[in-house]
């Protein structure tokens, strides 16, 4: 794919959503990188009915491990994986409060020192919450950077390094959210909506449905 392409593919994302943003309910720094932490595997759907009542009452670093491992545990046990999570959870909010006054570094490295915390998660902290152009790669963007040829790579790694190399500067800082958003509801896994799709007459995707 070309630039041309790509530019004109990210114009077009920018004037159907000017604003996109996380689908996470979150009211602090601190609340955004919970959520994150426990999206691993889970939806954000799931994450958010999870947190509304642990935020709204525990929505602090100090309030969380007050509640305590136990009380975690019990807000989040709809979610995947919800025990390894709310010992991260714990875990993240003591050494928040002992290294960092209980503020979210803006930092990858100390970031991804936090339990829970990887490389993934640290670019959505980095990017949703203090505005750094970084490239979340999830499976959605993975399928969409490879599937469209926006930016082809065999690990994630691979395709966030190529995303940030190939994307229009002008469109970096949102375009993790409009990748994650297309993955997400247009260009699925099993059977991409291209019927439906605002970029299909731009993207690679070698197997689209013949226009009726």
Known sequence: MNQQKRQAIFARFEQANPAPTTEL???????????????????????????????KKHGTPQKMLRLGLDGVTKHIQSIGL???????????????????????PRDREQLQALPGVGR??????????FGEPTMAVDTHIFRVANRTG????????????????FIPKPYLLNAHHWLILHGRYVCVARSPKCNVCGIADL???KHKPKPA
């Open 203 to 205: 993207c690679d995707y």
């Open 120 to 129: 993934k998660t640290a670019n959505v902290v980095l990017n949703t919450a």
């Open 82 to 104: 919800y025990k390894t999570k709310a010992k991260n959870v714990i875990a993240t909010c003591q050494i928040l409060l002992e290294q960092y006054g209980g503020e979210v």
């Open 150 to 165: 926006l930016a082809k790579g065999k690990t994630v790694l691979a395709v966030e390094k190529n995303l940030l190399k």
């Open 25 to 55: 309910e979150y009211g602090s720094h601190f609340q955004l990188l919970i959520a994150v932490i426990l999206s691993a595997q889970a939806t954000d759907k799931s994450v958010n009915l999870a947190t509304r009542e642990l935020f």
